[in-house]
Each structure stands twice: as structure tokens, then as C-alpha cells.
């Protein structure tokens, strides 16, 4: 009876020592987020004071959108979705074994730690900073465009690959080689069917982000519809930047769409 109460009491102990270190974490973290509140001016009510009316007179000059100019928006949407679709194709395929290295367990230990700092490396350096290195490497246009959202693209895929591994549930991997099944019909019948589906999730999201990176892109000098915008914002064409803008969420709505029938299907494979 003693003995019972003695572990009662030692269970109760430890609750209540996790719950103060909880409550002490939590006070710090809003203490960060104040802090950092303030720092930044965000609860200075003198900084928004003319903030509405500033954006309701852009908002007045860029309505009703000009589409006058929409036939010589092709080339400028074909670049940006060929860079797209290049950086995040490059970015995956490379992401795929640095992914296996950085996860644990997956590969060499001694070669997990290089790995993760190749990954921290490649997505800690702005989508903007590899593009002004490529486009002084390689000239203007779409090329340093893609080489530069595929450099990102590894960093972040990588990192998301590697932790799709490592959540990875082993039981009916070990199961089926438990009944004699080949490493390459584990990698079939239990690593695939796991991970696919979110690798797909990922890597269609990053190809969405990408769209939108290489409309950003196009301030450096990589072409694109993000070109188009910038010179027209710098004419103080806002009726037209605001069309392109447009353009550019409805070719960002319609990768959405695809991604989503395209995660479909596949999981209706899978599971046939």
C-alpha cells in the first residue's frame, strides 16, 4: 500500500513538473511573439492610419483590369510555366536520393549529417539570391530561372522527402520480408504504396509554389509573366499589372486543379 502511494505521488510530482515547464514555455514563446510585435511596429497604430486609403486608391487604379495587350502574354506564361515545371521536375529528381541520405535510418549514418547540411543549405539561400547568381552564370531568360527554383526546390523536397521516410510505418515491410518477399518486393508492396501518395502531395505543391516563385524571378532578369508585371507596375500601368495578375491566378488555379486529379488517379492506382 505504501508502495502504491509512493508511485501515485511520484506520477503526481512529474505532472506537475511537466506542467510547469509547459506553462514557462508557453510564457516565453508569447513573450518572443510580443517582443517581436513590437519590434516590428505591427501594434503602432500610426502605421496604419493611411494604410486603407492607400490601398483603396490602387485598388480604384487598377479597375477594371486591361486586357488590351493579352495576345503578347503567351510567350511570358510559357516561359514561366516551363520554368515551373523544369526547376520542380530538377529540384525532385534530385531531392529523391539527398531525401534517403538525410533520413534516418535510410542510408550511410555517416553520410545523413552531410546530406541534412546540403539540404539546409540549398533552401536557406532565397529563390531571388540563386536567381541573380544564375542569371549572372548563365545569361537572362528562363535558364537561371529554372536552375534557380530547382537549387530551392531540392533544399525544401529534400527535407520533406526525408521526413516522409522516417515516418515511414516498417511493420508490414519487416512482415513481408519475414515471408521470404525480396527487398524489391517490399520497395512494391509496402514502401511505395506509403510514401507515393505523399511524395506526389509534396512535390505538386512545390510545383504550385513554383509558379509563383518564377513570377517573382522575373525581377532579376528570368523573363516570365513576373517580368510583365514588373514593367508595367513600373509604368504605373496598373490596370494591366492587375490583368496579369489575373492571368497568373488563374494559371496557379488550374495547376491546383490538375494537381488534385492527378493525386486522385493515382491513389486509385495504388490501391488497385
Not at 508502495?3 to 514557462?24: M, P
Not at 510583365?228 to 496557379?252: C, G, T
Request: aromatic letters at 8%; proline letters at 6%; hydrophobic letters at 50%.
Amino acid at each position: 500500500m505504501y508502495a502504491e502511494a509512493v508511485t501515485i505521488d511520484a506520477i503526481l510530482a512529474d505532472g506537475h513538473r511537466r506542467a510547469r515547464r509547459s506553462g514557462a514555455t508557453a510564457v516565453l514563446a508569447a513573450a518572443v511573439i510580443l517582443a517581436a510585435f513590437v519590434y516590428s511596429d505591427a501594434l503602432d497604430p500610426k502605421r496604419y492610419r493611411d494604410a486603407l486609403p492607400t490601398i483603396l486608391t490602387l485598388f480604384g487604379d487598377a479597375v477594371p483590369p486591361d486586357f488590351a495587350r493579352w495576345r503578347s502574354w503567351g510567350k511570358p506564361l510559357l516561359d514561366t510555366l516551363a520554368m515551373s515545371v523544369v526547376g520542380t521536375v530538377l529540384g525532385g529528381l534530385t531531392a529523391i536520393p539527398l531525401g534517403a541520405l538525410a533520413a534516418r535510418g535510410s542510408g550511410p549514418a555517416w553520410l545523413r549529417h552531410p546530406a541534412l547540411l546540403l539540404l539546409n543549405t540549398l533552401r536557406s539561400i532565397p529563390g531571388l539570391i540563386w536567381g541573380v547568381l544564375f542569371v549572372a552564370a548563365v545569361g537572362f531568360g528562363p535558364l537561371p530561372g529554372i536552375f534557380a527554383l530547382a537549387f530551392h526546390s531540392t533544399g525544401m523536397l529534400g527535407k520533406f522527402y526525408a521526413e516522409i521516410l522516417e515516418h515511414m510505418d516498417p511493420a508490414p515491410g519487416n512482415a513481408l520480408r519475414s515471408h521470404g518477399v525480396s527487398e524489391l518486393g517490399v520497395l512494391r508492396f509496402s514502401v511505395w504504396p506509403q510514401i507515393m501518395p505523399r511524395l506526389m502531395d509534396v512535390t505538386l505543391y512545390r510545383w504550385e509554389h513554383n509558379v509563383r516563385a518564377a513570377t517573382t524571378l522575373g525581377m532579376v532578369g528570368c523573363g516570365g509573366i513576373g517580368q510583365e508585371i514588373v514593367v508595367a507596375l513600373d509604368q504605373f500601368e496598373y490596370r494591366e499589372a492587375s490583368a496579369l495578375i489575373l492571368v497568373l491566378l488563374a494559371l496557379v488555379t488550374a495547376i491546383g486543379m490538375l494537381g488534385a486529379g492527378l493525386r486522385v488517379r493515382l491513389l486509385e492506382r495504388i490501391s488497385s
